[in-house]
């Protein structure tokens, strides 16, 4: 299979020219590249830290999920249980239901768990993405203590027909397929993406969790292992329409479909037969949204209508011998959510601004286990009240008030204030001096407080005191752009919730008293043009303590004063890319320290996971036919066969390969 790919992309990368002698000439001249730089100093941004995903890095990165997309270029760490498998977010060190995400303004966490499976979002869906680091996440909503992701879809009135395809083909039986076409006018436009996704996920490791001791010399050699039963598969749709009937009415309808079938793999310290048990979850996501947005000369109103809806089937079945795969577990859960907003924002002048918005969200969920004949039923009501008004003072100087207050279920709830500021130095120069001192509210999801066995209806709500304070400056050098910024943030979270195993032989969620997050953020970039070379050179850093402060349960307990499970210490990403007349080359590394997998952080008993260090290279050539643009990349994941485990006892693949084509017309 390797040496398929390696042929193929040979031949398409390096002996093309031959085949394009027919080609004018300026097909391969390189296309001027415009360095310009984004605003940084803005009141509506005032004491907040934002990170914007490079639309470049999202092209290159289309075929990956969103999970494999935030670990490699921003300094969030995902928890990955395996290729394709479950992958969860820590932002600053807090847990997975601390980090709210939302798609086109509506937010897709599960009301169930609270938290997101990066696994299952695809790059393809994606055309823009914004991270907001801690409370700056209340912009958006209530209950971010780590940060909020934002990923949206743009529209282009430019487009009068366009069609993209891309084909993946990889290590592993991996094989991707995305197709889009679209097109319209200044007043209408459709846009449609189908994508496929399906690996067999069969790759071998060295199985550290399973030692064979040989009787007479006395070593312990740990054996080649394969990664059995992990294959995925995903299907997906995106429908995109716009209608513009005039330069201030914007109305958008978007749907995303998907459905997605994974069988999960064992752990490795498992030492039965291949046949004993089958793990199998399948996930059914429907999503749609409606908004129309109107503007005027100082005043813009928005109303959006969302819906999700989620089936999730999880079978784990146990070899019975005479009778075969029996069912141990067959849970259905069903999730429906109804996500409404109202919101208005005024502009009294350039340097004073005014934003309101109303938010009504309603979930209904069910979950059932007709195996162990366990499950709860339950809804929820949410309203939320939001006002921020923003100023600036002599272009030097801005401030930005934020208020969220909400009610769950008819219950207020404590009010979430945010004051941020932004003070220019040097009122000629992009250098700013900012922080935010902001309150953060996180409601236990339904999960945590019904199911069955283990919810804890008495659970208390996460709250949270931040303090954030950061520089950041931008400047072109000679067609050069400099970004970098640094900041320094630290969270108090008190009644933080830990689900642990209870003297009852089921798991259930506590509070802890307190926990306190604090660490450093660094990026920077640098992008700019040296004779025919494009270049990008972008980097991040994450310093991430996050500490157990919390009562002892009992005399002695270790877990006073240690750092929370899988949250690493020390975190980085660097991406190196050139373009050269069409030809790339791209340079990814990604470093994580060691995390601990037992919340004593005892290395003693190896319950920790060694640092790694990954990675990847891209080789890719763009080159045209007519009015066809091709582009075909060639990639190479975990270049020096790195032996890595994000969690304990799930194994991540070592060298591997994927060869794309894109065409686009």
Do not use: C
């Not at 598969?233 to 995303?256: A, D, H, M």
């Not at 931008?474 to 900041?487: P, R, S």
């Not at 045209?624 to 790195?642: D, G, P, T, V």
């Amino acid at each position: 299979m390797v040496r398929r790919i390696g042929f193929i992309a040979f031949l398409i990368l390096f002996t093309h020219v031959s085949f394009s002698q027919g080609i004018q000439d300026s097909t391969f001249q390189i296309q001027t590249v415009e360095i310009t730089a984004d605003r940084i100093f803005r009141k509506e941004t005032a004491g907040m830290k934002e990170t914007q995903v490079d639309t470049l890095v999202l092209l290159q990165k289309v075929n990956l999920s969103l999970s494999e997309l935030l670990s490699e270029n921003t300094p969030v760490f995902i928890k990955s249980h395996g290729r394709g498998a479950l992958a969860t977010a820590s932002f600053r060190g807090t847990a997975a239901s601390h980090t709210q995400v939302n798609w086109n303004g509506i937010s897709i966490n599960s009301p169930m768990a609270g938290m997101v499976d990066f696994s299952l979002i695809p790059v393809y869906i994606i055309d823009e993405m914004n991270l907001k680091h801690g409370t700056a996440s209340i912009a958006d909503q209530s209950g971010g203590l780590g940060g909020s992701i934002s990923i949206s879809n743009r529209v282009d009135w430019n487009d009068k027909f366009s069609v993209q395809y891309l084909q993946g083909v990889g290590s592993y039986s991996t094989f991707d397929e995305f197709f889009q076409f679209g097109g319209g006018n200044k007043v209408v436009q459709l846009k449609t993406r189908l994508y496929h996704n399906f690996s067999q996920n069969d790759y071998t490791f060295i199985n550290r969790g399973i030692g064979n001791l040989n009787p007479q010399t006395g070593i312990i050699t740990n054996p080649l292992d394969t990664n059995d039963n992990a294959d995925f598969t995903k299907y997906g749709l995106l429908q995109e329409i716009y209608f513009r009937p005039s330069s201030n009415n914007v109305f958008s309808v978007k749907y995303w479909g998907q459905w997605a079938d994974r069988t999960i793999p064992r752990a490795t310290s498992y030492e039965g037969p291949d046949n004993s048990n089958l793990n199998n979850q399948i996930d059914n996501d429907h999503k749609a949204v409606v908004d129309w947005k109107y503007y005027t000369d100082k005043a813009k109103v928005m109303l959006r209508s969302g819906y999700s809806q989620k089936q999730l089937d999880y079978t784990l079945k146990n070899y019975v011998p005479g009778f075969g795969l029996v069912p141990a577990i067959y849970s259905e859960s069903k999730q429906k959510s109804s996500l409404n907003s109202v919101a208005y924002t005024y502009s009294f002048n350039d340097k004073f601004s005014l934003e309101t918005s109303l938010d009504f969200n309603y979930h209904d969920v069910a979950s059932r286990d007709s195996v162990k004949k366990t499950g709860y039923e339950q809804q929820r009501k949410e309203l939320s009240g939001f006002i921020a008004i923003r100023k600036n003072f002599a272009d030097r100087l801005n401030l930005n008030f934020m208020l969220r207050q909400d009610w769950v279920d008819g219950a207020f709830v404590p009010l979430v204030p945010f004051f941020g500021v932004d003070y220019r130095v040097f009122k000629q120069a992009d250098f700013l001096i900012k922080g935010n001192i902001a309150r953060n509210y996180h409601q236990p999801s339904l999960n945590d407080l019904y199911w069955q066995p283990g919810g804890n209806p008495d659970l208390l709500p996460e709250v949270g005191i931040s303090v954030e304070f950061g520089l950041e400056y931008q400047k072109i050098i000679k067609g050069q752009l400099l970004k970098t910024e640094i900041t320094a943030y630290r969270s108090d979270i008190d009644n933080w919730i830990i689900w642990i195993p209870s003297y009852k032989g089921y798991w259930e969620p506590r509070n802890i008293k307190r926990v306190l997050s604090q660490g450093i953020e660094l990026n920077s970039s640098l992008k700019g043009t040296i004779g025919a070379v494009n270049y990008r050179i972008a980097g991040n850093y994450a310093y991430t303590q996050s500490i157990n402060y919390g009562d002892p349960l009992v005399w002695g307990d270790e877990s006073y004063g240690k750092q929370l499970v899988y949250v690493p210490l020390h975190s980085g990403n660097v991406l190196f890319s050139l373009l050269y007349k069409g030809y790339t080359i791209t340079y990814q590394h990604n470093s994580y320290s060691e995390r601990y997998t037992t919340s004593s952080n005892d290395v003693s008993r190896r319950d920790w996971l060694y640092p790694y260090f990954m990675n990847d290279l891209i080789f890719g050539k763009d080159f045209r036919i007519s009015k066809i643009q091709l582009s075909a990349e060639f990639k190479i994941y975990n270049l020096f066969n790195e032996t890595y485990h994000s969690v304990l006892y799930r194994p991540m693949p070592g060298r591997n390969y994927m060869f794309l084509l894109k065409i686009n017309i």
